[in-house]
């Protein structure tokens, strides 16, 4: 029983890590529209086949960044900018 | 009045089939690309459906009388006829469905409600097909008449609009089209889907396969000429939702709905009609003994629940999300129109019928032969496409040889056909 709770503890402590850690990585609708026009902002579409092809929602000037290609295109991207990636 | 039910049931399965969102992507994007080509493409192409279908229906001929089975054993083979039968409905049934499916979600999620997760509609409507192909197959029918009629309104309502009215831009000047033989070859693709008439009270089969060809006919090359008044051909080329461009461009946000239901439903009506045809098939191959029959529709339910299962995997593992679904798509539509080209050849040799007849299957047969063969080696990915294709086959004739070769081995198996 001991562990099983300390196991849920440990979890629990991980998630609320994560959740914590994320906060500052995740960008709302919103706060990404506001910032479109700023130069310093390279968005990549990381969809890929249908779930890209299928959605009318695709932001302008975003680049096209399939997930399985990472490696052909993360070592193109400028490092001093705002790098926002967008599934949906 | 029955009459007049089965009727609209035999036609509803084709031009449901006919007006899934793949065709209309493909519709679109030939629109933009072959330019003026695009008309006589269209129409070369339902010409060629329409000898094909008189072929293969005809009440007077051979073939209208007995099932492409039975013709296929006889023009190729049983192995091999069957197992070109299995592996393009199969592959079709299963590519089609993952794929449209995931477009009707993506269409309700964007269009309908924003918080409704896409994934989710597509697993509610791929468990509303399963229930009513489980519990009756008239509950299938009903709801495949149901989807075809509310597709045809929407799509009625948004061609008569776009026609009445004129664009609110001036979108001249168009560019970007192309010749291209491949490309024009590529229309046949459109009107696949008009030889699944199903064996009912309806006994001439080839009414409804002509009925659904008119229909489909008439429907894209308005919708064609329609998108090329509304959208620059360029736009229309490139992108990847052409039909719900041009929808936005003649009605606006009504547009966009009315479109929505078209895919909606007709992603639906395509899913539900290849499971209703599989149905039949699955039956079929129970007839010549190549599948266990079990009796009654277990067979059927049995493939429902089987192919149900498999499309869900599919889309779980991200098959949806992998671009080579395209490729897959595109092979397992080439392997339909290679199963009607031997269709219509198997049945042009057969030594009973006429030689009116023979010309016109032998003409259908190679055109759709040839373009299948064109398609399949100019295809930019060709090497993928004729790997997945042969490999489709080869698991085809595998499936179909291995209750014979159980039934062989033990003989008591025999029973359950």
Redesign the interface.
Known sequence: MRHLVLLVTLLFTLGMASAAWSEDLIMDKDALSSMLSEPDLVVLDV???????????KIKNAMRA?VGEYKDWSASLPKDKTLVTYC? | MVIMRVFLISASIPIGVMLSPETLILLGNSAGYNGIIFYMSVAAAAVVCFICACSIFYPGSVAGEENELSLLTRGIGRFPGASLVLSARLAMTLLAATSVLVIAGYAFNEIFLYWFPNFGFAFLLLGLILICNLLRVSWATTLQMLLVVFTLLSFSILLISGLLSAPATDITPQGGEHVSLAAAAGALLLFLGFDLIINSEQKNKLIPAIVAISTIFMLFVLWGAVSRTYVPTTSLTESTLPHLTAARAVMGQNGRLLMGIVVICGATATVNGLFIYMGQTVRNLAVHELLPSFGGDTLQRLAGILMAVTIGILMMTGLAGDPKLTVYYRGALLLWLLLLAVRCLAMACQPTVSKHFSILGLAAGCTMGITSIIIWFTAEYRRDLIVFSLLVYAGGLLLVMVWPAMVKLFPKLKKIN
Not at chain 1, 47 to 57: H, I, P
């Open positions: 969809r890929t086949g249908k779930d890209w092809s299928s959605s009318e929602f399939p949906a």
